[in-house]
């Protein structure tokens, strides 16, 4: 069987991309990563992952209220609605929150994602204290996932340093 020839940027075999170094010692790629998508993707992106999120959620919402009973008109008006208010608070988080500190960054970003997570626990039918609970668990782990990578990323200004 034939070894497969180095890449210019000195991996072998079909998964390789030319270009990208492997640094020795360090998981993933480094350096100055091409961006194969151009602005108007990157514009396009930023509406489009939020609508598709917030179509998923919304059905979701209203499958969990429903609770495997039929389908009815209001039970399809709460998905939209609840799609449409997700879409919004996850479209002003995406514009508004890297305004902010890393600090209060995480805290909203995480934040809407344990707000969200407890919204859909109490549609369930489970008690408000338990979606409560779920959502103030979600954010703190979410925020500490947060904080890490703003922390180890940024000055304490907001710069990127990486």
């Given at each position: 069987m034939a070894q497969a020839a180095p890449t210019p940027g000195g991996m072998?075999?079909?998964?390789s991309i030319s270009g990208?170094?492997?640094?020795?010692?360090?998981?993933?790629?480094?350096?100055?990563?091409?961006?194969i998508f151009d602005a108007r993707v990157h514009r396009v992106a930023k509406v489009a992952i939020p609508v598709?999120?917030?179509?998923v959620y919304g059905y979701w919402a209203a499958a969990n209220r429903r609770g495997g009973g039929p389908i009815t008109g209001w039970n399809i008006l709460f998905g939209f609605v609840t799609a449409l208010a997700f879409i919004v608070l996850c479209l002003a988080v995406a514009q508004f929150a890297p305004l902010l500190k890393r600090e209060l960054h995480s805290l909203v970003?995480?934040?809407f994602a344990g707000a969200a997570l407890g919204f859909l626990y109490s549609q369930s039918g489970e008690s408000i204290l338990r979606s409560a609970a779920l959502g103030l668990v979600t954010t703190a782990a979410v925020f500490l996932v947060f904080f890490y990578?703003?922390?180890t990323r940024e000055d304490g200004e907001g710069n990127r340093i990486r």
């Open positions: 072998t075999g079909p998964g990208r170094r492997r640094m020795p010692g360090r998981s993933g790629f480094t350096g100055n990563l091409p961006d598709v999120l917030g179509l970003k995480s934040g990578r703003y922390y």
